[in-house]
């Protein structure tokens, strides 16, 4: 149960890691 947990956290903290690049690389375009 706690790995399941700890999975569900370690994606979403990955997911947040993406976004972040995405939004960075996002904004070195745009400017």
Known sequence: F???ILEK???TH???LHIGKD???RNILLT
Request: charged share 25%; proline share 0%; aromatic share 8%.
């Open 9 to 11: 956290l370690y994606l």
């Open 14 to 16: 990955e997911r947040s």
């Open 2 to 4: 706690i790995d399941v």
């Open 23 to 25: 939004g960075c690389s």
